[in-house]
């Protein structure tokens, strides 16, 4: 006589998070382009899940700003256009300021000392999805002492939406101009080992705006897929 088990609430919450956490590792590691379709039949045979984690797991992702959901089409990878991604850089350029703004003062020193490590490792890497890695856990380390928890919800789902278009960039930059990265990445430490929030800002608008700027001269970037 053979066991029958009830797949309890629970159950499907765990295998909606194991699969959500596979499919974002999958789209911000380029793996999943932008404007790819992921297909719910192939997802649940892959995890050998019902259909009802694999639909959970997409609106995790949708809430993230990692996928599209459409009627009666399934989920997209999130895709922008340049006017788009101009848009979305421009918001970072106010409220990531601000996010390290209400951050530096609760920032605790060893906390300070790993986003310096951070900044080190991210200088003698030459590998373009370690640096992306690097460069994404530098910044949220920095703002991880803000309490505007709706705020850095913004600031996730915006890095989340722009990431392929960093990798692009990043290539596109290449190992010989890396070094106007490192060079804004020192000022900044420096402004928050010093606990000068207004330079941190500084700096960190005018980070923020250059990549902008270097994306907008690009609209190749933003073009099939």
Same mark, same amino acid.
């Given at each position: 006589?053979?066991?029958?088990?009830?797949?309890? &609430?629970?159950?499907?919450?765990?295998?909606?998070?194991?699969?959500?956490?596979?499919?974002? $590792?999958?789209?911000? #590691?380029?793996?999943?382009?932008?404007?790819?379709?992921? @297909? +719910?039949?192939?997802?649940?045979?892959? =995890?050998?899940?019902?259909?009802?984690?694999?639909?959970?797991? =997409?609106?995790?992702?949708?809430?993230?700003?990692?996928?599209?959901?459409?009627?009666?089409?399934?989920?997209?990878?999130? !895709?922008? #256009?340049? !006017?788009?991604?101009?848009?979305?850089?421009?918001?970072?350029?106010?409220?990531?300021?601000?996010?390290?703004?209400?951050?530096?003062?609760?920032?605790?020193?060893? /906390?300070?000392?790993?986003?310096? +490590?951070?900044?080190?490792?991210?200088?003698?890497?030459? #590998?373009?999805? /370690?640096? %992306?890695?690097? #460069?994404?856990? =530098? $910044?949220?380390? /920095? @703002?991880?002492?803000?309490?505007?928890?709706?705020?850095? &919800?913004?600031?996730?789902?915006?890095?989340?939406?722009? +990431? +392929? @278009?960093?990798?692009?960039?990043?290539?596109?930059?290449?190992?010989?101009?890396?070094?106007?990265?490192? @060079?804004?990445?020192? %000022?900044?430490?420096?402004?928050?080992?010093?606990?000068?929030?207004?330079?941190?800002?500084?700096?960190? $608008?005018?980070?923020?705006?250059? /990549?902008?700027?270097?994306?907008?001269?690009? !609209?190749?970037? =933003?073009?099939?897929?």
């Amino acid at each position: 006589m053979s066991e029958t088990f009830e797949i309890t &609430g629970a159950d499907e919450a765990v295998a909606s998070r194991r699969i959500a956490n596979s499919l974002r $590792h999958s789209i911000l #590691d380029g793996k999943l382009a932008p404007g790819v379709r992921i @297909y +719910q039949e192939e997802v649940a045979a892959q =995890f050998g899940a019902s259909r009802l984690p694999v639909r959970e797991a =997409f609106r995790i992702l949708e809430s993230e700003g990692l996928v599209l959901l459409k009627s009666n089409s399934g989920a997209w990878v999130s !895709k922008l #256009d340049l !006017k788009e991604c101009v848009e979305i850089y421009r918001i970072r350029e106010r409220i990531e300021p601000l996010a390290l703004l209400e951050s530096i003062a609760g920032l605790g020193d060893d /906390t300070i000392e790993r986003i310096e +490590q951070l900044s080190i490792e991210i200088e003698n890497n030459s #590998d373009i999805d /370690t640096f %992306l890695k690097l #460069d994404r856990q =530098f $910044h949220l380390l /920095t @703002y991880q002492a803000c309490e505007m928890r709706s705020l850095i &919800g913004m600031v996730e789902r915006f890095w989340n939406t722009t +990431q +392929q @278009y960093r990798r692009a960039y990043t290539a596109l930059l290449g190992m010989e101009k890396r070094w106007i990265i490192n @060079y804004e990445h020192r %000022l900044l430490v420096d402004a928050i080992k010093r606990r000068d929030a207004e330079e941190a800002e500084r700096v960190l $608008h005018g980070h923020i705006r250059r /990549t902008r700027l270097e994306l907008e001269k690009h !609209k190749d970037l =933003f073009e099939g897929g």
